[in-house]
């Protein structure tokens, strides 16, 4: 049994067969007609969890139990607090739920998302940069030093969600390639710099302007200077918004180097992806960005839903754009053990891609009920708001309390794993921590 309940044994247990895996694992059977509940298997799980599994006629067939889903284990980057390496090459890492519960994430606890090598700090010769800006759309290309677009152009701040595509991509079944990512490849800093739409207009943006592209001095993983690791974007509209920084300062200080120093575009409420790091180039284009990861299925989901583990052609499948609503629980850490009482404060953020969220709910009963929790208001638009709430145990045993957010176009969070993708982009289920109350 041991060997059975190791995070990633478990784990593939329940990505081949959830409800085997149930039964494997803790002996447990569901009601066959409500997949909820449980007919026996009960009294294993609750010796595994520390306590009864209080509301467990409410609990779904072939869930893992988020205090056995969690992972503790951290590494260590230069800079960088508790991250959580998923590899090195490109370095990849990312921060566990209860590191990001500042309303506004510190640069050491920003994930990371590469997809080349990062270049050296010695290669980062702010006096020397230059961005150049051109393409198909634009009348009068430019060449900017960086003191020139400090000078020439009225800086601009804004707290802005950036999140990766593949954030949750670690739930899916089947698995999809990729980074594993759980719930921490998302954070909230505050970006400085001047907007792209007035350097665009200085560039003579031209009527027949349908997307722009980056290219940044990141080097592709072969080594081979011919290739670029990365080069997407976003339609002209995002482009032109107000809070589409070109940026070079996060949290009031020049950008790290892992986070794109020092110059990088800050694009809120989409994929990560498209605020490219280490910026060296804007081209504006007549057509769709055709660069790396553009194409193909890099940042794209089906059209139209398919079933798990379907092929899905290229001409299927459609561009990432708004990121969906989303919430996490930055307190208290999955785990908690609480004794002596019976009320729990609970916090956390919600976000929405390019929409606002109207409203966060809380369940401590894997969603039979929900109660409301407080919402903020976003300092600005595309930034996260925070939520707090306040739970009561009605006895001794094991619980999960869930989040669920609501963005202003009704779209909720669903309780458990959206539709399928190839890639496994776009999970936005209700996150779920373990709390076991004595």
Known sequence: MARTMKK????????????????????????PVTRRGFMKGLSTMATLL???????????????PAALAATDDAFEI????????????????????????????????????????????????????RLTIDGEAVSKPLELDIATLKKRYTHHSAQLVMECGGNGRGEFFPPARGNQWSTGAVACAEWTGVRLRDVLEDAGITDNAVYIGYYGA????????????????????????????????MNGDPIPVLHGF??????????????????????????????????G??????????????????????????????????????????????????RGHAWAGDLSVSGVELSIDFGASWQPAELQSPPNRLAWQRFNGTVAFPKAGYY?????????????QPTLLPGWNPRGYLNNACHRIAVRVT
């Open 218 to 249: 990141d080097k592709h993983l072969s080594g081979d200077p011919n290739k670029v690791p990365i080069s997407r974007g976003v339609p002209i509209a995002k482009a032109l918004e107000d809070e589409t920084l070109i940026a070079w300062s």
């Open 400 to 412: 999960e309390i869930w989040a669920r957010a609501t963005d202003s176009a009704g779209n909720g």
């Open 50 to 64: 520390g306590g009864e599994v209080v509301f467990a006629q409410f609990m779904p067939a072939g869930l893992v």
């Open 262 to 295: 020092p110059l990088r575009l800050a694009i809120g409420g989409w994929p990560a992806s498209v605020s490219g790091k280490w910026l060296r180039r804007i081209t504006v284009r007549d057509r769709v960005h055709d660069g790396p990861k553009m194409t």
């Open 78 to 129: 230069p800079g960088k607090e508790g991250l959580t390496i998923l590899n090195d090459k490109p370095l990849n890492a990312e921060t566990p739920a209860h590191l990001l519960d500042d309303s506004v994430t510190p640069a050491a606890r920003f994930f990371v998302r590469n997809n080349g090598l990062t270049p050296s700090a010695d290669s980062l010769n702010v006096d020397d940069w």
């Open 297 to 346: 299925q890099s940042y794209r989901v089906p059209c139209n839903p398919v079933g798990p583990g379907e092929e899905v052609p290229d001409e299927a499948m459609c561009i990432i754009e708004s990121m969906p609503v989303k919430s996490l629980i930055t307190y208290p850490k999955s785990g908690l053990m609480l004794s002596g009482k019976r009320q729990l404060a609970v």
């Open 8 to 31: 990633t044994g478990l784990h593939e247990l329940y990505h081949n067969n959830p409800i085997e895996a149930d039964r494997l694992v803790f002996g447990r059977e569901t009601n």
